[in-house]
């Protein structure tokens, strides 16, 4: 199957709504983000990613949705005492 963003799926109606997304895709969670841009924007899902696939995730992710999205309220959460398992969470 092909790959389509969110928002493609969404404008096709093959899913209605958004209400949660949790993003673990080993390292495309902004390429993620950037493909359901106008999703986020319309539903304002409640949002999990994962931040630990590649050293700048914790900058580019974090300001990228900032920027976007000012209406997130947003934090960080750790699970383990090594590097994986940071999770960024949004909620409008």
Avoid: W
Avoid at 57 to 66: A, G, R, V
């Amino acid at each position: 199957m092909p790959l389509r963003s969110i928002d493609h799926l969404v404008k096709t109606n093959v899913i209605e709504r958004v209400d949660f997304i949790k993003l673990g895709v080993e390292g495309a969670e902004l390429d993620v983000v950037r493909g359901a841009r106008e999703s986020i924007q319309r539903f304002k899902p409640k949002l999990a990613i994962s931040l630990y696939h590649k050293p700048n995730d914790f900058f580019e992710i974090i300001l990228y949705i900032k920027k976007r999205f000012p209406f997130y309220s947003c934090y960080i959460d750790h699970y383990t005492i090594h590097a994986e398992e940071t999770v960024f969470y949004c909620q409008a």
